[in-house]
């Protein structure tokens, strides 16, 4: 079972306003995080990645993830309308025999930042 | 900035048709992957390749698939007989470790018709 879901939104806040994003998922393997932003059109941008359970913090940006839960965040600080896209997490489980595991994505998040 | 490099940026095929899709990937990664969006839709795992083979597949990936890195520097992806169905952007993404940290190129819209 590999299945992530995630609110599509949209998700329209304020310039400045603190945005919360978030995905849950029911495969237990998975143990490495990450979120990609979208723009129309474009690849994905990674943005974070984070291991197992705890916080990551890169300016703007802190991950979290809370494995008990099954439940992962994206919270953005201070969110500027160049912060529109889509958001996307993507997960992955490391298997025992190694290899190059595929990541399992989430819809995505269409995040709206108004002037 | 190393970048993932994909060509073409749109291609258009008939039904029927092959197409191969091209990357460059970032020059000191080792793990190589394809995976695609339908329009609306997530992004799809399809194949990714270490050490010159197939690690492990989808089952999106089926027999009209291949993949092959034909020099040191691409990674191609073709489709044998195109479907109306196979129409998606399709992402080519390298890492250097297994995918935790993949760097994503910027897509082929492959329309089929």
């Known amino acids: 079972q590999k299945e992530v879901e995630q609110d599509p939104g949209p998700l329209s806040v304020p310039e400045g306003a603190i945005v919360s994003l978030n995905c849950t998922y029911s495969?237990?393997?998975?143990?490495?995080f990450m979120w990609y932003r979208q723009y129309s059109r474009k690849g994905p941008e990674l943005l974070m990645y984070?291991?197992?359970?705890g916080n990551k913090e890169d300016g703007r940006f802190t991950a979290q993830v809370d494995k008990s839960s099954k439940y992962i965040s994206l919270f953005i600080r201070d969110s500027q309308p160049s912060d529109s896209a889509t958001y996307l997490c993507?997960?992955?489980?490391?298997?025992?025999?190694?290899?190059?595991?595929?990541?399992?994505f989430g819809k995505g998040t269409h995040l709206i930042i108004q002037p | 900035e190393p970048e993932v490099t994909q060509t073409p940026s749109h291609q258009v095929t008939q039904m029927g048709q092959e197409v191969i899709l091209r990357c460059v990937p970032i020059?000191?990664?080792?793990?190589f992957y394809w995976y695609r969006q339908i329009l609306g839709q997530k992004v799809e795992f399809l194949v990714s390749?270490?050490?010159?083979?197939?690690?492990?597949k989808s089952e999106i990936f089926d027999d009209q698939f291949s993949v092959e890195r034909p020099d040191g520097s691409n990674f191609t992806l073709k489709i044998r007989s195109t479907k109306l169905e196979d129409s998606a952007m399709y992402f080519c993404?390298?890492?250097?470790?297994?995918?935790?940290?993949?760097?994503f190129g910027q897509g082929t819209r492959l329309t089929v018709v």
């Open positions: 993404a390298s890492s250097i470790v297994t995918d935790t940290e993949a760097f």
């Open positions: 495969n237990s393997a998975f143990q490495y």
């Open positions: 984070t291991y197992s359970s």
């Open positions: 993507a997960m992955s489980a490391r298997y025992s025999g190694g290899g190059a595991d595929g990541l399992t």
């Open positions: 020059s000191n990664h080792l793990y």
């Open positions: 390749f270490y050490n010159n083979e197939i690690s492990e």
